[in-house]
């Protein structure tokens, strides 16, 4: 099939790369020229794993075209996948301004018949928006679709091509066959396919970065009171984890979520039940908890170190806001590392992304060092601090670290490690909702 995809960034390029895997035509278009050129020239700046093989296989077959022309992609295409970003307004809404602009624009070289589906993460009500605007400004006929993605940086394209759900929102048969020939390629297991309408779409996407945001709000919650009364949040865990009516999965005690997606997801829910007159006790709770624990951790350390702060060397591991990506969007480790030089303390940072090019726009007076070896910034530091749950971190040489560390302390916001294991190593080891 041939497909456009407007707006190339992480979203937009995973959703290309794996279409043009399924052998459909794929033409990617961007008003950023820069980032259309380095594409052109293979380099693809977005760090995840199996994006970069596909895209470069992809090309090189001439599945994947890259372009600015926008009237290019429309004429040249059946479905338009819009893929803009949508941050957070001021007020917590979730800002549309890109999505109706691309709308707009692609409304202007309309002639012939399209489907245009919404990847974006959008509220509400914007299928009608998009709509209106289309309608606004062509006579040809167009069907919307809101088709949301759920795909989780760091397996991405696993999420893709393997998908637990696809999420269909149009009450159009003809169409609702046309996305599904579309996304077969990757049904071969099964179909997983759901079809509704897109207000019900749209919802959903909300939904369930809500869920799973609150279920990691709450196990970050518990561990607090796990410390304060005794018991194990790892093994409170495991004993929950076990129901089947609970699961395992989104229960990981730590210093909490971040990235581009669940913060201003839960901020655009609130929003939405704000004007329609719904209170989301539950959202805003769920979001005040995931501050506090951010406050909560950084907290510990400062105290720890209280009246020597300017004389406080911190390694720390990890700056992403998870493992396998380079996203500091709302990191809680940046979170924290801004209260620790707020304090006056120093940090000496690794993170095996080494998204440090765009975390050094958050150091002032050159207070962080970088590093591309995580042993190397341990070099005269007080204590290791352990921020993102990389897999490498998760089995380090602690005689290594205990050596190395000027006073053998770590500070696990991730509960990587046996609390037992660390100790027999000499090292003072403080984590999350454990003794």
């Known amino acids: 099939m041939k497909i456009c995809v407007v707006g190339i960034g992480y979203v937009g390029l995973v959703t290309a790369g794996c279409l043009a895997e399924a052998g459909n ?31 470069k296989h992809n090309e090189k077959l001439g599945r994947l075209h890259f372009t600015t022309d926008l009237k290019f992609g429309v004429d040249n295409s059946l479905i338009i996948f819009l893929a803009v970003g949508t941050p957070s307004a001021q007020d917590g809404s979730c800002d549309l301004s890109a999505v109706l602009s691309v709308a707009a624009e692609i409304a202007e070289n309309l002639h012939e018949y399209r489907i245009i589906a919404t990847k974006s993460t959008v509220p509400v009500g914007t299928h009608k928006r998009v709509t209106e605007v289309i309608k606004s400004k062509t006579t040809a006929a167009f069907d919307y679709v809101s088709n949301p993605e759920f795909l989780k940086e760091g397996t991405a394209v696993e999420d893709f091509m393997s998908p637990d759900r696809i999420i269909i929102g149009t009450t159009n048969p003809e169409v609702q066959g046309k996305m599904a020939q579309l996304y077969g390629p990757f049904m071969r297991r099964g179909s997983r396919i759901l079809f509704m309408d897109p207000a019900s779409a749209e919802m959903t996407k909300y939904a369930a970065n809500m869920m799973l945001a609150a279920r990691i709000s709450f196990m970050n919650e518990l561990s ?33 979520y971040g990235g581009s997606c669940f913060p201003k997801d839960v901020r655009a829910l609130i929003h939405t039940g704000s004007i329609n007159g719904v209170e989301m006790t539950i959202a805003k709770s769920v979001q005040r908890v995931n501050i506090n624990q951010q406050e909560r951790f950084a907290a510990r350390i ?30 809680p480790a940046v979170y924290c590392i801004k209260k620790f030089l707020d304090c006056g ?23 962080i060092q970088t590093f591309q070896n995580g042993y190397d910034a341990l070099d005269n530091a007080d204590a290791l601090v352990i921020l993102t749950d990389w897999q490498e971190f998760r089995n380090p040489d602690f005689e290594l670290i205990a050596t190395k560390l000027k006073k053998p302390v770590i500070f696990d916001g991730r509960n990587l490690y046996d609390p037992e294991i660390v100790k027999n190593a000499g090292i003072e080891y403080h984590s999350i909702g454990r003794q």
């Open 345 to 367: 303390m120093q940090i000496k940072a690794y993170d095996p992304a080494d998204p440090a090019p765009v975390f050094r726009q958050e150091d002032a007076g050159g207070k």
């Open 224 to 256: 607090a009171l796990c410390e304060k009364v005794g018991a194990d949040i790892e093994l409170v865990r495991h004993g929950i984890g076990s129901d089947s009516r609970i699961g395992r999965s989104f229960l990981f005690a730590g210093i909490g």
């Open 25 to 55: 035509n794929i033409v990617c278009v961007d008003n950023d020229e820069k980032k259309i050129a380095d594409l052109k020239n293979g380099v693809i700046s977005i760090y995840e794993p199996g994006l970069t093989e596909i895209v």
């Open 302 to 331: 400062t105290d720890y170190f209280k009246g020597r702060h300017e004389k406080t060397i911190l390694a720390v591991w990890g700056l992403a806001f998870k493992a396998k990506t380079d996203d500091v969007r709302e990191s």
